[in-house]
C-alpha cells in the first residue's frame, strides 16, 4: 500500500473530532457544527471512519437525522456496541494503511466537489484503540489533520481533557479549538477556558443537550427528535459557533500562505549547510510541514493530476542525513523525550551523574560487545565525538613512544575519501577534497591509502582494484558468489590476496616512517563504508588487513616498540572506529566492526544512537586509553565538554531507542529480509548468514544491469547507486542529478527526496520501515532506471 499524505485540502478545511473520553459528546458537537455550516447555505460533510454497535445508533446515521442536510459517510460498520479493536474481531479488519487511505481519498473526492467543512470523527477517547489494537492517536497521525477536541464537562473532566490534549501534542497534532458543554456544578468549562486561552487555543462552551428520555417508545422518540432539533437549531446559530467556524476556514488558509511563503522566506534568512546558494531558487527547497514513520510531507511537491492535497508523501531518502532509526514522529521516542525534560531539562554533568547517562553507558557497551571497551565520554555530535576520539587516540601514542607533539607533527593513518566531521580538527584527518581544501585552518595531517572496492557490476559482486594500486598491489578485480562471501574473513584471510594487501600495507608505512620521517598517532578507520567521501564500499579484508599490520608491528612507528602483553591492550597504534555512520544496526548489525572481527582502541557513534530524534554523540574506550589521561596534574586530563554533555534527554532516548533496536535484532523483525539475502536459497554455500539488506536482492541485480548504472551495493539499510559519468564520477560530478530528480517528481502516491555525493546517489530506509513501503521505493526506482 503506498503512503498516505497528510490532510491539508485548499478548498476544504478538514478537521478531526477527537474526544477527551469517552461519551462527552463528539457527536452532537459535529452535528452543531454541521448545522451552522449548512445553516449559512454552505455545505458540510461527516466521516465516520469507524463504528461499532446498532445502525440506529451509529453516528453517521444521527448526523443524517438531524445534520439538516449534511453528507454522511461510515467507512467500517461492526455491529457490537463495544470497543473497536473488539467489535472487529468478528469481522474482517481493515489494515491500518487501507483505513487510511480511505479517509484521505474520500476527503480528496469531498475537496473536489463543493464540500465547504468536513469532520471526521474518532471513537471514544484519544488513546481508545482502533479496530487493530492502536491507539487513535498514533493510527490516525499519518493524515494530522487539524483538531476539534471535545472536553469532558463530568466529574474528573478536567483532568481527561488535559490529559487528552496532551497526549495528541506529544505526537505534533494542532489542536484548533475545545468545546464541550456547560455544568453549573462541576463548571468545568470555566477552568479549561482559562487553561486552553493561555495556550491561543479557543474554548466554546454550549448548553447542554436535552436529556435522553429514561423509557423509549414511539412517542417518546418523537419528542426527544423534536427537542434534539430545536437544541441543533438553538445552538448552531449561537454567535460563538459561527465565530469558530470562521476561525477554522482562516486558519486552514493561514496555513496554507505560510507554506507558500516558507521557501521565499528561507532563501531570505537561512544560510544552509553544504549548499551552494549561487543561482539557487525557493523551488530548490524543500518545504516540510510535518514527518512521520519514512515520510516527510511536503508542499509544493510534484504532485499527480488527480491529487486535490496539498501535501504529498515524500520519502526521506537519506534518512534524514543518515539519523533516522525508527521512524519520524515516533511515540514512544517523543514519550521518552517528554519524560526526561519534565525529570531533569538539563543539568550539568561534570562531577555529577544522573541515571539516563550511567543508563545509556551500560546499555551501549553492551550492545556493542567489545571486550575492550570499559569507558563512555558524552558529546553531542559525531564530529566534536571523533574530536575526543583523535585526542585520545594521540595522547596515549604519544605517551607511550615519548613524543613531544608540540615539537613535532603526529599525524594518522587512514583510507582515502575518509571524511570525519567538519570540525577544524577532524577536518586535518581527512586527505584534501572540496569539504576541506578551501578552509584556511586545513593542513591535512596524514597518509591515506588508496583501497579496492566492493560493488555489483552486471549482476556479480566484485572487488575492485583500481587502476593506480594494481601494480602495486600485484592483484586484480576479483569475483565474489554472494555478498556474504565477500565478508567470509575467516576463509578469505588464507588467500593469496591477504598476503599483498599485507605487504603493500607494510611496505607503505615502513617508507613513510623511515625515508619520510613521518610519525603516526592513530589508526581511524570508517569501517566497511566511508559515507561522506561517496558511499565507498571498502573490501572489509583490506580493512582488516591493515589494522593487522598496525597491531602486529608497533615496529614500525617506534624502534623499540614490542608488542604489548596483555590482550586488551593497544597495540601499534591506537585503533579509532568512525561508526558515526555505520554503527548501530545502520548496516544490520549492532556494530560494523563485528563485520573485520576487530575491536577498536576507541570507537565514535552517533546519528542512529537516538533513533533520530535528539543530538547525541558517544566516544568510548579501553581502559588503557583512559589511563593515560590519570595524573596528578589537571592538565593530564581530557580537557573537553560542552554545556549539554550528556544530555539527559538525549541519554533517556538513546537508552529506549537502544533498546527497541536490541529487541527488534533478537524477536526476527528483519528475518524477511534476511531470508531474501540469505547465501544458501540463492547460489552461495559459504559466507556469513547475517549479510544482509532490507533492499532485495533482485533489485540490486535489476539496476546493476541497467544502462545508465555504473554499479551498485546495498547493505543493512543503505543502498547506494553509482552512475556512469564519462568524466570519471567524484564529488563535483553531476552525473547523479538526472535520477534525483526522477525521483523527486515521483509517481502518483509519492515522490523521494534524495541526496547526492557525485555521481552516486544514494538512499536509506529506517531500520522500522515495512517490507511494503520498501517495495514501493523499489518500483519507483525501476520505473526510474530500467
Known amino acids: 500500500m503506498p503512503p498516505v499524505g497528510a490532510g491539508l485540502w485548499r478548498s476544504l478545511p478538514a478537521h478531526q473530532v477527537y474526544g477527551a473520553n469517552t461519551n462527552v459528546g463528539k457527536t452532537i458537537v459535529s452535528t452543531v457544527l454541521c448545522n451552522a455550516i449548512q445553516n449559512q447555505r454552505k455545505k458540510a460533510a461527516f466521516l465516520k471512519p ?20 449534511t453528507l454522511t459517510k461510515c467507512l467500517y460498520q461492526f455491529d457490537e456496541p463495544v470497543s473497536p479493536h473488539l467489535a472487529a474481531r468478528q469481522k474482517m479488519i481493515p489494515r491500518d494503511d487501507d483505513l487510511l487511505a480511505s479517509i484521505h481519498q474520500t476527503l480528496s473526492d469531498w475537496a473536489r466537489s463543493d464540500i465547504d467543512l468536513a469532520l471526521v470523527e474518532t471513537a471514544g477517547g484519544v488513546h481508545s484503540p482502533g479496530p487493530n489494537g492502536n491507539s487513535q492517536a498514533d493510527l490516525y497521525r499519518p493524515l494530522r489533520l487539524p483538531i476539534v477536541l471535545v472536553a469532558d464537562s463530568r466529574l474528573g473532566g478536567i483532568s481527561s481533557s488535559i490529559s487528552a490534549y496532551e497526549s495528541l501534542v506529544l505526537r505534533g497534532y494542532d489542536i484548533q479549538s475545545v468545546l464541550l458543554f456547560r455544568d453549573d456544578y462541576y463548571q468545568n468549562h470555566e477552568y479549561l477556558a482559562d487553561y486552553f486561552n493561555k495556550k491561543s487555543i479557543p474554548l466554546v462552551s454550549l448548553s447542554a443537550p436535552p436529556p435522553r428520555p429514561p423509557v423509549e417508545n414511539a412517542d417518546t422518540q418523537a419528542r426527544d427528535e423534536e427537542a434534539m432539533s430545536s437544541y441543533y437549531r438553538q445552538v448552531s446559530a449561537e454567535s460563538d459557533i459561527l465565530r469558530l467556524l470562521e476561525e477554522l476556514n482562516t486558519k486552514n488558509q493561514k496555513r496554507i500562505t505560510r507554506l507558500e511563503e516558507m521557501a521565499d522566506r528561507a532563501q531570505d534568512l537561512i544560510w544552509y549547510p553544504f549548499t551552494q546558494h549561487q543561482g539557487m531558487k525557493p523551488k530548490d527547497i524543500t518545504v516540510i510541514d510535518s514527518a512521520h514513520d519514512d515520510y516527510f510531507q511536503t508542499f509544493g511537491s510534484s504532485q499527480s493530476k488527480e491529487s486535490s492535497a496539498e501535501l504529498r508523501p515524500t520519502f526521506d531518502g537519506s534518512a534524514s542525513w543518515w539519523t533516522q532509526g525508527l521512524g519520524h514522529g515516533n511515540p514512544d521516542l517523543a514519550l521518552s523525550a517528554a519524560y526526561a525534560a519534565g525529570r531533569y531539562g538539563h543539568v550539568m554533568f561534570a562531577g555529577a551523574v544522573h541515571e539516563p547517562a550511567l543508563s545509556l553507558a551500560d546499555r551501549l557497551l553492551k550492545t556493542i560487545g567489545n571486550p575492550r571497551f570499559t569507558k563512555v565520554f558524552y558529546t553531542d555530535n559525531g564530529s566534536t565525538g571523533m574530536e575526543v576520539a583523535v585526542k585520545m587516540g594521540l595522547r596515549a601514542a604519544c605517551d607511550r613512544y615519548g613524543w613531544d607533539a608540540s615539537q613535532e607533527q603526529i599525524s594518522i593513518l587512514g583510507l582515502k575519501g575518509s571524511y570525519h566531521g567538519d570540525t577544524i580538527g577532524v577536518m586535518d584527518c581527512s586527505e584534501p577534497s572540496t569539504f576541506n581544501q578551501k578552509v ?59 598476503q599483498r594487501y599485507k605487504t603493500y600495507i607494510h611496505r607503505t608505512i615502513k617508507d613513510l616512517v623511515e625515508r619520510h620521517g613521518m610519525k603516526f598517532g592513530a589508526l581511524i578507520l570508517e569501517p566497511v563504508i566511508l559515507g561522506a567521501g561517496g558511499m565507498l564500499f571498502c573490501d572489509p579484508l583490506f580493512q582488516r588487513c591493515l589494522t593487522d599490520v598496525v597491531r602486529d ?92 554533555t550528556a544530555h539527559a534527554v538525549g541519554c533517556t532516548v538513546a537508552v529506549d531507542s537502544l533498546r527497541t533496536m536490541d529487541d527488534m535484532d533478537k524477536n526476527g523483525s528483519w528475518d524477511g529480509f534476511k531470508a531474501d539475502w540469505d547465501s544458501k536459497s540463492v547460489t552461495s554455500t559459504s559466507g556469513p548468514s547475517d549479510v544482509w539488506s532490507v533492499w532485495s536482492q533482485s533489485l540490486l541485480q535489476d539496476l546493476s544491469r541497467a544502462e545508465t548504472v555504473e554499479s551498485v551495493f546495498g547493505i543493512g539499510t543503505v543502498l547506494s547507486i553509482s552512475l556512469r559519468d564519462a568524466e570519471g564520477g567524484g564529488y563535483t560530478s553531476t552525473a547523479a542529478k538526472g535520477l534525483q530528480q526522477k525521483l523527486a517528481v515521483g509517481g502518483d502516491q509519492f515522490n523521494v527526496h534524495s541526496r547526492v555525493l557525485g555521481n552516486v546517489l544514494y538512499l536509506m530506509s529506517s531500520v522500522t520501515s515495512k517490507p511494503e513501503s520498501l517495495k514501493e521505493m523499489e518500483k519507483l526506482l525501476r520505473s526510474s532506471l530500467i
Request: charged share 25%; glycine share 8%.
Open 440 to 498: 584556511e585552518w586545513y593542513r591535512g595531517r596524514g597518509h591515506w591509502f588508496d583501497f579496492p572496492l566492493v560493488k555489483m557490476v552486471n549482476g556479480t559482486w566484485k572487488v575492485e582494484v583500481p587502476a593506480e594500486l594494481k601494480a602495486d598491489l600485484g592483484s586484480e578485480d576479483a569475483e565474489f558468489e554472494s555478498l556474504g562471501s565477500v565478508f567470509d574473513l575467516e576463509k578469505r584471510l588464507g588467500s593469496e590476496a591477504t
Open 50 to 69: 469507524v463504528s461499532t454497535g446498532a445502525l440506529d445508533d451509529a453516528d453517521d446515521r444521527h448526523l443524517s437525522r438531524f445534520g439538516a442536510g
Open 553 to 644: 608491528h608497533p615496529e614500525l612507528f617506534s624502534p623499540n616498540a614490542s608488542s604489548p602483553k596483555s590482550a586488551p591492550s593497544w597495540s601499534g597504534l591506537p585503533v579509532i572506529f568512525d561508526e558515526v555512520f555505520t554503527g548501530l544496526y545502520r548496516l544490520g548489525r549492532p556494530s560494523s566492526a563485528s563485520f573485520l572481527d576487530v575491536h577498536p582502541d576507541i570507537a565514535v557513534n552517533a546519528k542512529l544512537l537516538t533513533g533520530g530524534l535528539i543530538p547525541l554523540c558517544t566516544t568510548v574506550a579501553s581502559q588503557e586509553i583512559f589511563d593515560t589521561f590519570s595524573s596528578p596534574e589537571k592538565s593530564d586530563a581530557l580537557l573537553h565538554g560542552h554545556s549539554y
